[in-house]
């Protein structure tokens, strides 16, 4: 089955540029979204289709997607970027048809 | 504006079944999907599976197929998830969230949650 694999964790300054990594085998050929979550709330979508941002969603969010990677990043990081981020696709040879990575925790230190 | 609001807590004893109900407003119930996603305490995300609110047909994850169904009522725009044989390891918060096409896109907005809990 199609596994996409994140770092548990990323920390960075206020103000500094993030960046979260979501890995997948010839990932560059999917449509990848991202979600926020922020302790005891429901996941928020802040980047789809790779690189769109919702409506509502800060310019400092931004997606990219080639090869075997795709990227979110957060520029000029706030303290209320804290939470988890989730990325996410579609595999239909996968048992799970809609498949997430693990999550990874980011931190502004 | 869109919203999908879901049930209250449940607490359940293995074996038992729990039915968890997500109301959908300003949209076109209809035109879009809903999928179902759990997550374990602090754990991550898991698609359970997908259901067109237009012609109720479903798609579910293998590891749960003859344990789950999920349907739709139209006239009261609500989505359902039953899950039967509750076992501990189904403990999590269940979210309901609106997709646009099966195979394919996003998930947007998010059911605020129902917290299923199965002890004895």
């Known amino acids: 089955s199609y596994v996409l694999t994140q770092p548990p964790s990323v920390s960075v300054a206020p103000g500094q540029t993030a960046r979260i990594t979501c890995g997948g085998n010839?990932?560059?050929?999917?449509?990848v979204h991202w979600y926020q979550q922020k302790p005891g709330q429901a996941p928020v979508l802040v980047v789809y289709?790779?690189?769109d941002r919702p409506s509502g969603i800060p310019e400092r969010f931004s997606g990219s997607n080639s090869g075997n990677t795709a990227t979110l990043t957060i520029s000029r990081v706030e303290a209320g970027d804290e939470a988890d981020y989730y990325c996410q696709v579609w595999d239909s040879s996968s048992d799970h048809h809609v498949v997430f990575g693990g999550g990874t925790k980011l931190t502004v230190l | 504006q869109v919203q999908l609001v879901q049930s209250g807590a449940e607490v359940k004893k293995p074996g038992a079944s729990v039915k968890v109900s997500c109301k959908a407003s300003?949209?076109?119930?209809?035109?879009?999907?809903i999928t179902w996603v759990r997550q374990a305490p602090g754990q991550g995300l898991e698609w359970m599976g997908w259901?067109?609110?237009?012609?109720?047909?479903?798609n579910y994850a293998q590891k749960l197929q003859g344990r789950v169904t999920m349907t739709t009522d139209t006239s009261t725009t609500t989505a359902y998830m039953e899950l039967r044989s509750l076992r501990s390891d189904d403990t999590a918060v269940y979210y309901c969230?609106?997709?646009?096409?099966?195979?394919?896109?996003?998930?947007?907005?998010w059911g605020q949650g129902t917290l299923v809990t199965v002890s004895s």
């Open positions: 300003g949209y076109t119930f209809t035109s879009y999907g």
């Open positions: 010839n990932i560059g050929s999917k449509s």
């Open positions: 259901i067109s609110a237009y012609n109720g047909n479903t």
């Open positions: 289709d790779d690189s």
């Open positions: 969230a609106r997709g646009y096409s099966y195979g394919s896109g996003w998930f947007d907005p």
